[in-house]
């Protein structure tokens, strides 16, 4: 792959709201997680665990636009850490994790959909999360009904400063 295929797929890339009903193969998931799961990770820990959430779980989630109508949810966990700057070491190389998990699924054509519902204290007890671990997000994960349009970001130029 050159730089302009990976522009490209990073260019391209959006969170799906609305998914076709066209059912996902769990086996290719797990696929582009093996991959994904080369994020850089602090001492090697590894520190990201996905949990497949069933029917049951989904509808006692209940989220508002029920994820889309995703055909598979999955709720992704980082290791929590005895000190702060460990568990954000952990957080970050999950977050890490994710966005390869997401850039892969979009160059076969899987969307996704991020929310943050799993941090809800229910939700977090629905999904069984033990202490200490965070829920940085639960994907709906599917082929996209529709695409949204990219919106505008700031210039870098802006968001960059210079230290003497």
Not at 12 to 32: A, G, Q
Not at 135 to 160: C, F, M
Request: hydrophobic share 45%; glycine share 8%.
């Amino acid at each position: 792959m050159n730089l302009e295929d990976l522009r490209e797929v990073v260019l391209t890339r959006r969170n799906i709201k609305v998914f076709k009903p066209d059912p996902v193969d769990e086996s290719l998931v797990l696929s582009l997680m093996e991959i994904a799961k080369f994020a850089p990770n602090h001492r090697m820990t590894q520190p990201w665990h996905i949990v497949f959430i069933g029917p049951e779980t989904r509808r006692q989630l209940n989220h508002k636009a029920d994820f889309g109508g995703a055909p598979l949810v999955v709720a992704i966990l980082s290791e929590g850490a005895a000190k702060d700057e460990d568990r954000v070491e952990q957080i970050v190389a999950t977050s890490c994790f994710i966005q390869n998990f997401l850039l892969l699924a979009h160059t076969v054509g899987l969307g996704a959909r991020w929310t943050s519902i799993g941090a809800q204290p229910q939700n977090r007890a629905l999904l069984g999360v033990p202490e200490g671990y965070d829920v940085l997000g639960i994907l709906g994960i599917g082929y996209a009904a529709e695409v949204p349009h990219a919106k505008d970001r700031t210039p870098i130029a802006d968001k960059v400063r210079h230290m003497p």
